[in-house]
């Protein structure tokens, strides 16, 4: 196993005598025996590639320490703060990354095992919209708008896309979204927006062009409620808390790349009815848009 001399003491495994299934045991044997092979360093190119250099550091350690929780009735006891969200976090970043390179399954079978422990999941506390801006009050400043400014307010908020982003791709909507999925792989220095999807009460109004300085000018912090980027973040609690994090992650850029988007864009495939009904009654809240 290649750590690194100064690695963090990992913490042993122990399954509770009636916790795990047999299926378990197996998915928890195979599990531990990838990560005893794991490369580190490896890993941690891999880690850096999507995320900054300090946070895929940290995945390092945490991973060389937490990672025999997957899985495991420790894990389904530890005391819900801070450091068991960076647990989930660092875990399903791990399975993440062995289902690319073993072409198993761990992400997925990760996610169904914290489900069924009724294991919680919050959102990040800084991707959260504060108490005091009400979304209900947002919304109803959204349908107040021109038609030109409440759809791409509307777009905003049920994309999670940054401004310049959700500009480029309503300009661009006509040879970007093909069947419902927007794709769209521009790099940037420490950012990478993938795909998203385009929501069908939406698609077919999406007809004017808009330029950054007009969407500053004409959705402002008085007319909205509140900043432009906070309807990015009530899409991804939305998304984090309603379907998935690593969806919510991955649509608002922030995992994956291109050589990752063989396993991104099937995620994004499977949930995309999902995501349509959720975000369905909040469009016509503020629209009249019907099927």
Known sequence: MNRRPNAPQVVPYREHPSCATSETNSIISEFRNKIEQIDWKEYEEWCINNKSKRYAKFLVRYGQKWSSLAFSYELVEFPNNRT??????????????????????????????????????????????????????????????????????????????????????????ATLCKDGIIEMYWDRKTKKANAVYCHPLLHNKIKFTYSENSIH???????????????????????????????????????????????????????????????????????????
């Open 84 to 173: 068991k969200q960076d647990i989930l976090k660092t875990i399903t970043n791990l399975t993440r990354y062995l289902d690319i390179k073993y072409d198993s399954n761990f992400h997925e079978q990760f996610l169904y095992w914290i489900k069924k422990k009724e294991i919680r999941w919050k959102a990040s506390d800084s991707m959260k919209i504060p108490n005091e801006v009400p979304l209900e009050e947002i919304l109803k400043n959204i349908k107040r708008l021109p038609e030109k400014y409440r759809l791409f307010a509307t777009f905003a908020l049920v994309s999670g896309l940054r401004t310049f982003e959700s500009v480029r791709v309503l300009n661009n909507h």
């Open 217 to 291: 000018r004409h959705l402002t912090t008085k007319m909205l409620g509140c900043q432009i980027k906070y309807l990015r973040k009530i899409n991804f609690t939305k998304i984090a808390t309603e379907i998935d994090p690593m969806l919510a992650e991955f649509m608002q850029g922030r995992r994956g790349n291109v050589s990752q988007r063989h396993y991104f864009l099937p995620l994004l495939g499977n949930n995309k009815r999902k995501w349509v009904k959720i975000w369905s009654s909040t469009i016509q809240k503020i629209s009249c848009y019907e099927y």
